[in-house]
């Protein structure tokens, strides 16, 4: 897509705002072209650009919301890694059917991924494999996690 939106007073395409080291970490192109087509407050580009998909907490948030909205973090950031390896393995000259089969996705996921239109910023770009940018080094240690397997080997020597 080649449209141009003036955004930080320079005249740019999607995948150039991506680009840009303003960009939102969660931010990915169908949800920044999401934003910009809508209408409102989010589709003034500087906004739709830096503000994060998933909210804070709001106040008179229930247990159930604040539940669900660790839960649909975890999921993107999930998404952002798996095209993460997906896009390594591209790189390191991997077959696109061995890719497919071993991440068990479809052609237009792939295409979509290898296309950087999903899942892709600069801040995920500048990182390199098993790395993750700040704004998701908490949930990354949260999933990565295994209660008490450093303190239970020491049992068995």
Not at 96 to 113: H, L, M, W
């Amino acid at each position: 897509m080649s449209e141009l939106i003036q955004c930080f007073g320079e005249l740019k395409d999607i995948m150039s705002l991506l680009e840009d080291t303003r960009c939102h970490p969660e931010m990915s192109y169908d949800a920044l072209r999401k934003r910009l087509k809508r209408g409102g407050p989010l589709s003034i580009p500087e906004i739709a650009l830096t503000t994060p998909l998933i909210k804070g907490s709001q106040r008179g948030d229930t247990k159930q919301r604040i539940r669900d909205r660790k839960l649909k973090q975890r999921e993107l950031y999930k998404k952002f890694v798996l095209a993460q390896q997906i896009r390594a393995k591209y790189e390191a000259g991997v077959e696109k059917s061995e890719i497919k089969q071993r991440f068990d996705i479809s052609e237009s996921y792939y295409n979509k991924v290898i296309g950087h239109q999903y899942s892709y910023n600069v801040h995920w770009s500048i990182c390199k494999p098993g790395q993750v940018p700040e704004h998701f080094l908490e949930i990354k240690y949260e999933l990565e996690y295994v209660p008490g397997a450093k303190t239970d080997l020491e049992k068995y020597k």
